[in-house]
């Protein structure tokens, strides 16, 4: 029986650190690091628009704007956060943000995947 307790208990401390593991970030936001683009799943209460220049960041305050540049070639785009991300790990490895396809697609190539960016915070606005 000593076992079966042991191994609820392993996997309810699995459980726990999962969670706190995709917890939103404490204290300051990184503001270099990391930019993929994905299509989001929405976390927040907004529609998805397909062609929309949003993105997705490990904090819940939803509504505001953000420039973002990308530091190669300083291209520069404005988005809404709207979404909830990137995953833990990869927040881990320095990914910052996720931006939307057309985000991304107008600081660089879609080929690129991951590219070095600034994060600014520019001002705040209700969720649609």
Known sequence: MRGLAGCFAAMFLFFLAGCVDDSVVKGPYPKIGLASWYDPNLSSPELFKKH???????????????????????????????????????????????????????????????????????????VD
């Open 52 to 126: 929309g220049v949003t993105c997705a960041m490990r904090k819940i305050d939803y509504g505001k704007y953000y420039r973002v540049c990308n530091l190669v070639n300083n291209k520069c785009v404005f988005v809404r956060h709207n979404d909830f991300g990137p995953s833990a790990s990869m927040y881990k490895k320095g990914r910052i943000i996720d931006l939307s396809r057309a985000a991304f697609g107008s600081i660089a190539d879609l080929g690129y995947g991951l590219i070095q960016v600034s994060v600014e915070e520019v001002y705040e606005a209700d």
